[in-house]
């Protein structure tokens, strides 16, 4: 199949989150499949060009945008370093800046984005059966295909794909943006748009001829209100089309056998190595290297998500313990302060690194006995099977994806510690079970043996969406 893969940010290219991992692991499983998969998204400053490397397609071609006519110059890249075929859409002004996301234009640049994609389609000699859009930044897409594409004969055989990675972005703008995109004709309001509002996260759910979300158990869960972000209507009237396919993780960019940041390599027959990672570990966090005391490590986002709230409820109690925790991350301003207050109240126990530095995630992976993961909600998660591939045990909350990969070790094929109840007492009983395990070194390394052991790789996924893929094409061409 030729298959179009739209996304916000692709690793190695571009990484804000998972999303990138997802953007790199996938279309590689794919194309090891037979598939014709190629990538697309936008080419942000960032981007280091020589680097990869890119190379421009000539000639230029405009981008209509507004119903005026006014056209903008578009100049793509294309880059062949993954294996996959990438093209990057090139515009100053929407892309010329410092960060990916974070702007209160951003709705305005990935329409145009979307519209720049459609209009590439037309200057390549390639059209794919497939569209596969991610998340809120790709809904135009679906919704014009569905309207003004449907005039149009090329687009009209194009089957579409919708992923959601998180339902708590969903892209909500004025309805005036329409304008903007070139929508013409009128556009009926879904029931779970405001009057006046487009939610371009609904609009990828409303008009794509298939849907899926990146674990089982977050596609049932956003059927919910509880997860479900005030879209959980709409899912529901689409539940028919709606799928979950479990993320995967790719063994060879994630191997402690080979892993270039690890101050010591190993295996699952060589475990004793991993004491040299949590030393050079422990130094980097300015915490004393104790191979006695277990290391707790949380690597991720700042944001309420992640439950970083309960961990700073819990801190008290937590260290108390006696363990050490190296925190590693971005996120939320406050977030940050709470957490750089932790080396001095908690001097030799916590150590914390306020930054997005991978190389350093990786030796922390390599060196830490828990992975903590204790989120609110969790569509799929990459940090518990990193982790688990790396011989840090997650600990972690039942939500999402981490109930589909995470066992607990009560069980005899159990690879961390799972609580159900979002709560600071359920919490620390998952860490006093952690701790009991860490007492019986022979049992701990077998839960070790055990998580090291499982398969993440994208290939089971892939063909999950090669069957997604297929049942697109047969509801959208009959």
Sequence with gaps: MRILYVVAEAAPFVKVGGLADVAYGLPRALRAL???VRVILPRYRAINGAAYPLQALRPPFEVSVGLAGETRPVEVEVSEATGVPTYFIWDEYY???DQVYGYPDDPQRFIFFCRAVLAFLRHIDWRPEILHGNDWHTGFLFLWLATAGRRERFYRPIATVFTIHNMAYQGITGDALLAFGGIHEHVERLEVEPPGHINWLARGIAHADAINTVSPRYAQEILTPEFGFGLEPLLQRRADRLFGILNGI????WDPRTDPALAARFDVETLERRSENKRAAQEAFGLPPRAEV???AFIGRL????????LLEAAEALFTRGVQVAILGTGMPEYEAAFAEWP???PGQAGVRLAFDEPLSRLLYGGADVFLMPSKFEPCGLGQMIAMRYGALPLVHAVGGLVDTVQDV????GTGFVFSSFSQEAFLAAVDRALALYRNPAAWRAAQRRAMARDFSWAASAQAYEALYRRAVAWHNP
Aim: a negative charge; aromatic letters at 10%; proline letters at 7%.
């Design 410 to 413: 009560a069980r005899e094929d």
């Design 344 to 346: 001095s109240r908690f």
């Design 303 to 310: 944001i309420e998500q992640k439950g970083v709230d309960m």
């Design 250 to 253: 790719d063994p060879e960019a």
């Design 34 to 36: 037979g598939h014709d």
């Design 95 to 97: 892309f010329g800046r």
């Design 294 to 296: 277990p290391l707790f």
